[in-house]
Each structure stands twice: as C-alpha cells, then as structure tokens.
C-alpha cells in the first residue's frame, strides 16, 4: 500500500516509527473496540474501524524495528481478520482481541 492510499496518512508518514509497539498495538486496539461497539449496530461505522484496525497493524508490521516479532503481529492480523468473520476457523472473538490490545494500552500509558 503506498502512503497516499493510508487512512491514517500521518502515521503512514512515519509518525507511527515514532510510537513504541505498546502504544501502536494499544492504537489498533482502540480500533478492535470500535468494531466490537458498532458490529450489529452500525456495519458501516464496524467495517471502517476494521479496515483501520487491518491499516494499523500493516503499518505496525511494516516497521522495522519489530522483525523479530513479526510472527506475533502477524498472528494478532490473521485473528482479527478470524473473528471479524465470525471466528470460524481459529475461534477467535472480538471481546478477547479487545481484551489482548487493551493490555497493549495500558502498557504504554504506565510508560509515558
């Protein structure tokens, strides 16, 4: 994806390489918590913190400085993508990836 085609195209920019992993996995988290919030209420307000929640963590994997935890943030995607259709494959659900990237959130927030 190139940046122009990013929602968050400040972060795409490289203000996402100045985040700590804690604080740019706690961000998709905030997005994971909005797709839970509007999913049967909203789909259209679900799909688009799903598609920035997908965006987010693209832009978390393409950064550099986590090759060694690529497998993790990879496994974190492929669970989102489990549970936004419905856990089938994985058992995934919304409620514990909300949970998981919350833990993220908090981390960074005791670090600041």
């Known amino acids: 994806m190139t940046d122009s085609a990013y929602r968050h195209q400040e972060l795409a920019a490289g203000g996402w390489g100045r985040l700590s992993l804690a604080e740019q996995l706690g961000n998709v988290g905030t997005e994971v918590g909005r797709l839970r919030r509007w999913r049967g209420k909203d789909e259209r307000l679900a799909a688009g913190a799903f598609d920035r929640a997908l965006e987010l963590l693209d832009l978390t994997l393409a950064d550099p400085r986590w090759r060694g935890r690529l497998r993790e943030i990879a496994r974190a995607r492929e669970l989102l993508c489990d549970a936004a259709l419905g856990g089938c494959?994985?058992?995934?659900?919304?409620?514990?990836l909300d949970r998981y990237?919350?833990?993220?959130?908090?981390?960074?927030r005791c670090h600041r």
């Not at 494959?89 to 514990?96: K, R, Y």
Request: avoid cysteine.
């Open 89 to 96: 494959e994985h058992g995934a659900t919304l409620g514990d």
């Open 101 to 108: 990237f919350l833990e993220f959130a908090l981390a960074a």
